[in-house]
């Protein structure tokens, strides 16, 4: 068993602030590597050199070095919400899951993970879509010169439902995805030959690391058909540089599959694995450095250098606590607590 926990020195606001700014800077120091796969996916590579290295000069040659950052503004802003909507779903379906004594099963905190994911990703769908187009669109020729002008436009000359198209895809590939976290959380004592609550920083990164790569492998095909969906339009030149004509979603896995074998369906997939290790060491450091900023400014260690308790603090206090507790010994007066129904 398994007890959801979480570092309650933070407020709610702190924990959201750090993970946006951890995952914005990941998210823009690999965007060059997310613009290879999503080019691969969509098929506007084919034809070409392939490869992460190869579409990166490829663009840089043709639209400038600006060009390999395309859509990544558009990825960094829907952090924020998509961050919170994450937070405020992972924890109802903690508390669906948690028995009567706080305790949650692994099998239902990699669930409640996976379903608080999915349901923040459709919430904020309608940005995935515009950041693909952007990815695929020619920076010196643009269809959408932004966030809000391509909603407008896409909302006016394909409809609303068309903000949403491939969103099925996302549901699908929830399945396999939990499905490999599940395997590699199964086996990881029998990898590191040693029980779970032993494991060094390290090891816990590179578990990171190794289910990311398992998970986004299984997963990978639901990603590419979706990214063929949101590129397709018969509004952008060449509807959007996609390499098949399908009708939907089955068709788009058969004409794949017809066109290319079964391994077009994981284009892509080595610049998508490319990113893992620079993606996630980036965010864990960053939020990290991010956290004992919050942890200093709130009184609970000596310095954001380190991570060393400042004396005489009840670490086991919240903020709001800490901080009323700092006021009484210096005013004489405990803030009285609101009553409650």
């Excluded at 976290?181 to 816990?204: A, C, H, T």
Aim: net charge positive; glycine share 8%; aromatic share 10%.
């Amino acid at each position: 068993m398994a007890t959801w926990r979480r570092d309650g020195r933070l407020t709610g606001s702190q924990r959201l602030l750090c993970a946006g700014l951890a995952g914005a800077l990941s998210l823009s120091l690999t965007a060059p590597l997310e613009l290879a796969t999503v080019l691969a996916q969509v098929g506007v590579v084919r034809g070409h050199a392939r490869g992460p290295w190869a579409a990166g000069r490829r663009v840089w040659r043709a639209e400038g070095p600006r060009a390999l950052w395309k859509g990544n503004a558009v990825a960094c802003l829907r952090l924020f919400p998509c961050s919170a909507v994450q937070l405020a779903a992972y924890r109802k379906f903690v508390v669906l899951f948690t028995d009567d004594l706080g305790h949650i099963s692994q099998w239902s905190s990699i669930m409640a993970g996976s379903l608080s994911g999915m349901v923040s990703t459709i919430v904020t769908y309608p940005t995935d879509l515009i950041k693909t187009r952007l990815i695929v669109q020619n920076m010196l020729e643009p269809s959408y010169r932004g966030l809000l002008h391509a909603f407008s436009t896409i909302y006016q000359q394909e409809g609303f439902l068309a903000l949403y198209r491939g969103v099925s895809l996302t549901v699908l590939g929830a399945l396999p995805f939990s499905a490999g976290s599940l395997l590699v959380y199964m086996n990881l004592e029998k990898i590191w030959n040693g029980p779970r609550d032993r494991f060094s920083l390290l090891q816990n990164f590179a578990n990171v690391c190794l289910a990311a790569a398992v998970t986004q492998t299984l997963s990978f095909p639901f990603d590419t058909v979706k990214r063929k969906m949101q590129a397709q339009s018969p509004f952008l030149p060449h509807c959007g540089g996609v390499d098949v004509h399908f009708s939907g979603a089955a068709d788009c896995f058969r004409q794949i599959v017809k066109t290319q074998g079964i391994l077009g369906l994981w284009n892509g997939l080595t610049a998508n694995l490319l990113k893992i290790v620079p993606y996630f060491g980036v965010m864990f450091s960053t939020f990290e450095f991010c956290k004992r900023i919050c942890l200093y400014q709130n009184g609970y260690i000596v310095s954001p250098l380190s991570y060393k308790l400042t004396p005489g603090v009840d670490q086991s206090l919240q903020p709001q606590e800490l901080r009323e507790l700092k006021k009484f010994f210096k005013t004489g007066k405990l803030k009285p607590k609101k009553p409650t129904l």
